[in-house]
């Protein structure tokens, strides 16, 4: 059961180098498939939201790295 773990946790880290970026990409996905539509109702103005939305998660992000190092 240890080497499962292991393997799976290996897996993750080859894949996901920040687990919080990963995160914070999904929650903005389904922000943006759940709450846009009903809080924006013209459909043009959903893929700028989206993009500020990924880019506030992505500077959030640079600026947590930056900070540690």
């Not at 894949?15 to 389904?30: C, Y």
């Not at 989206?50 to 540690?68: I, K, M, P, Q, Y």
């Amino acid at each position: 059961m240890n080497a499962l773990v292991s393997a799976l946790r290996e897996l993750w880290g080859l894949l996901v180098e920040d687990a919080t970026l990963t995160i914070g990409i999904i929650a903005s996905l389904l922000i943006a498939a759940f709450v846009f539509p009903a809080v924006i109702a013209s459909g043009e103005w959903r893929g700028p939201a989206l993009f500020v939305l990924l880019a506030l998660v992505l500077f959030e992000n640079v600026r947590r790295t930056a900070r540690r190092r």
